[in-house]
């Protein structure tokens, strides 16, 4: 298995991974948000936990992307140039977002801070558990005893 279809696997089980968690936020802090207040708290959970999954699966999206388009060449300057444009844009929408939804009278910034917050968490916990169990090889060498192709 090459580095880049190795990449490309374990950053796609990282957005499914963080789906499943996006949905599960928004169910459970669109319960939480009802009780809090009401149809606000739930549509606050539910921008809450969009907005997290979305910043998520931009940055697997990016490296994937670039992963592909560099061929696997890590060091490449496009590699970089990819995913650090994904990062710029996930900075400027964020700052935009909160522009826009800071003072919004349908939006409880609260259940939005706590939706966010606990998707972040929840996708930082993804990260290092599905890294922490890949198999990505450091050197694309051929080990005694591996299966030769």
């Known amino acids: 298995m090459t580095t880049t279809a190795t990449t490309n696997t374990i950053f796609a089980r990282i ?11 928004a169910v459970l802090g669109s319960v939480a948000g009802w009780f809090a207040d009401g149809s ?8 809450g936990a969009g907005i997290a999954f979305v910043f998520t699966a931009v940055t697997g999206a990016t490296i994937i992307l670039a992963t592909r388009i560099t061929k696997g060449d890590l060091l490449n300057p496009a590699y970089f140039a990819i995913v650090l444009g994904g990062w710029l844009l996930k900075f400027v929408l964020f700052i ?29 916990v993804i990260d290092v558990a599905v890294i922490a169990r890949s198999r990505l090889p450091y050197v694309d060498v051929a080990l005694p005893g591996d299966r030769q192709p």
Do not use: H
């Not at 957005?15 to 936020?25: E, N, Q």
């Not at 909160?98 to 972040?120: A, G, H, M, R, Y």
């Open 96 to 124: 935009v977002l909160l522009v826009v939804l800071k003072d919004q009278p349908w939006l409880n910034t609260v259940v939005l801070f706590l939706s966010i917050v606990s998707s972040i968490i929840g996708s930082l």
């Open 40 to 47: 606000r708290g739930v549509v606050s959970a539910l921008i």
């Open 15 to 25: 957005i499914r991974y963080g789906a499943l968690l996006g949905a599960a936020v």
